[in-house]
């Protein structure tokens, strides 16, 4: 439970998620209006916009955002058809990888703003595919260990279809294929275990073991990207001593 699953962490932690809420209901409802755009506004039938209002309503989104982010994508709202998916690739601290997505309208100047943030925190930014090999879209569910034992929840997640349980610190991370994910999250929900965090990411192969120096600094280079008003998600492989990462969350 590396990179990915840490910065997650330490955003709880922090309580940065619930002070950037606003920022995030803009990157969601982006994401639901280019879904809906792109493959249509009916939720069942659109996978890609099932999975963007799943995000909306973890975050608590009010129902009538996501309804005006479908007609917007479904009715060619202003805007709606000007964004551009990107993925920048690069590495941070330490030489660990990062894949930034973005959604922009102005291709120059979010790739300027990236590589600047990249540069000013001890990274770079690289070519296409220089890191994305290292990664593989999954789902990720992320549970609180004091609610259920990691035999039974073992248990649990693979008679559901789930491809693996991570055990890292105070949590747990049920690993599924992204076709398995909404069954998986269905059948832990039935069962009344309440998850931390439940989304479809880039799960790492391998992880960079980083120092006190260079932890501070790539943590401080994920909060500088996910701020940029583009950018959608930010996946690394990074890895921090638990010692480590409570001193610098």
Known sequence: M???SKWSTIKRKKGAIDAKRGKIFTKIIKEITLAARLGGGDVEGNSRLRQAVMAAKEENMPKDNIDRAIKK????????AAYEEITYEGYGPGGA???VDVMTDN??????????????????????????????KKGSIVIDKKLIGEDELMELALEAGAEDVRAEGSEFEVI????AFETVKKAIDAKGIKHLEARIS???SNTVKLDAGKAESMLKLMEKLEDNDDVQNVYSNFD???DVMEKLS
């Not at 599924?176 to 076709?179: C, G, I, L, N, S």
Request: glycine share 18%; hydrophobic share 35%; aromatic share 4%.
């Open 97 to 99: 990888a990062v894949i």
């Open 73 to 80: 994508g479904t009715g060619g709202g202003e805007g709606a």
């Open 2 to 4: 590396s990179g990915h």
């Open 202 to 204: 880039m799960i790492p």
């Open 176 to 179: 599924t294929e992204t076709a």
């Open 240 to 242: 921090i001593d638990e």
């Open 107 to 136: 291709k120059n100047r979010t790739v300027a703003e990236i590589r600047h943030i990249l540069s000013k925190h001890g990274g770079n930014l690289g070519e296409n595919g220089c890191v994305s090999w290292i990664f593989a």
